[in-house]
């Protein structure tokens, strides 16, 4: 039973879930209620028992945090170079050019940080 609710819910939870940062809340509140249905069914628990306890059991990410370890983990592959070519050119580095004092009267240092180029990705990391 566990792998059949795991072949059906979670990996359809799992596949694409980086497109999922542009869904609504409520869209996602959706996805939740599936995941905790899904969880509900595997652990059978009490009636009225919260889900997340439930997900901690299971070792299961709620659905927004599960999108964001994904994004994050995506990142961190680009960063290190463990990602594809097409993935690695939606970063690019950069350093900024300007030694001097900046418009708020500080200085602007020099650093090697990474331009998102992707604007949903960059939404993501926001949050």
């Not at 999922?20 to 809340?25: A, D, H, Q």
């Not at 599936?34 to 901690?56: D, G, M, Y």
């Not at 418009?103 to 990705?121: H, Q, T, V």
Request: proline content about 7%; glycine content about 4%.
């Amino acid at each position: 039973m566990k792998m059949i609710i795991h072949v059906f819910v979670s990996s359809q939870l799992n596949y694409c879930n980086s497109q999922f940062t542009s869904l609504s809340s409520s869209s996602l509140d959706h996805l939740q209620v599936v995941q905790n249905a899904a969880a509900r069914l595997l652990t059978r628990p009490l009636k009225r028992s919260h889900a997340t306890p439930l997900l901690i059991s299971l070792h299961w990410l709620p659905i927004k945090c599960r999108i964001h370890f994904k994004i994050l983990v995506l990142t961190y592959r680009v960063l290190h170079g463990h990602s594809p070519a097409y993935i690695s050119e939606l970063l690019r580095p950069y350093a900024t050019i300007h030694p001097g004092p900046g418009p708020s009267g500080f200085p602007i240092r020099a650093c090697s940080e990474f331009l998102i180029l992707d604007s949903n990705l960059k939404e993501m990391l926001l949050k």
